[in-house]
């Protein structure tokens, strides 16, 4: 779109002093939209999670987030702190991986045993898993800044972070897969703190990627964000190929991007 025009996020701001570099019909495109949704829902919410500013109970929790949500997080802290944060926070997670560990070492097993997954059922079953991986252990949030308990990139932050720390899959309506922040009051109803049914669908269709030229589904991937930064650290993932794929290429040409590269490194 042209850089004087208003951003296709609906901010009224112009694109090119907002969501610049960012395609409106790419996976990163899709997902700003899905955000708008979710927090104008949440506009309507009773809010009773005790949420406020230098809370960081639920930035110590291992929410694992989806690699699309990552890749925002890193885009929005490129953009406030210079094209030289991202080796900085990812270098950040790497060590904090490396403290996981040696302290979690059963977090870190799931999160290796997810990297070979290729169906819809071991996907679905990682979910599960992935509550496990927030009541084991908790350590800070990579883009959590200690000193002030504030998160650095509050406006890109995941969606997690944005439903007041409530990690809710709720697959076949199965409530027992509904992990809450601590300082949630007793008794306080899930619906009172959100209702993602209007736009669940969406999230769900968010962790998919289907190629119409080679006829394959892709799942994004779905971990804490420091095994996401120890990946790209070590090499056995290639963050700017992710990072510039993402923000200019819709969901089919991700996926057809995606498996091209994974043919050639065979």
Do not use: W
Request: with cysteine; aromatic share 14%.
């Amino acid at each position: 779109m042209n850089r004087n025009e208003k951003c296709f996020c609906g901010s009224g701001k112009k694109y090119k002093h907002c969501h610049i570099d960012i395609e409106e019909n790419s996976v990163i495109g899709d997902l700003v939209l899905l955000y708008n949704k979710l927090d104008n829902l949440l506009k309507n919410s009773k809010k009773p999670a005790n949420c406020h500013a230098g809370c960081s109970n639920c930035c110590y929790h291992m929410f694992p987030v989806p690699l699309t949500e990552f890749i925002y997080a890193c885009y929005g802290y490129k953009k406030l702190y210079g094209n030289n944060s991202i080796e900085a926070i990812i270098n950040k997670g790497y060590n904090l991986y490396m403290a996981a560990l040696k302290s979690f070492p059963k977090v870190t097993e799931i999160c290796k045993n997810m990297e070979s997954i290729t169906s819809m059922e071991e996907y679905l079953k990682y979910l599960d898993s992935s509550l496990l991986l927030m009541e084991m252990a908790k350590l800070p949030c990579i883009f959590l800044n200690e000193e002030t308990n504030l998160c650095t990139i509050y406006n890109y932050r995941p969606s997690v972070c944005r439903y007041h720390g409530i990690a809710c899959f709720s697959l076949e309506d199965d409530t027992d897969r509904i992990h809450t922040c601590d300082v949630i009051p007793n008794g306080v109803p899930i619906s009172d703190l959100i209702n993602l049914d209007p736009i669940y669908d969406e999230f769900m269709e968010q962790s998919f990627f289907k190629s119409e030229k080679y006829d394959i589904t892709m799942f994004d991937s779905l971990f804490p964000m420091f095994y996401f930064c120890y990946l790209f650290f070590t090499g056995k993932d290639n963050f700017r190929f992710k990072f510039d794929l993402m923000q200019k290429c819709n969901r089919s040409d991700y996926a057809d991007g995606m498996f091209e590269r994974n043919r050639k490194r065979i």
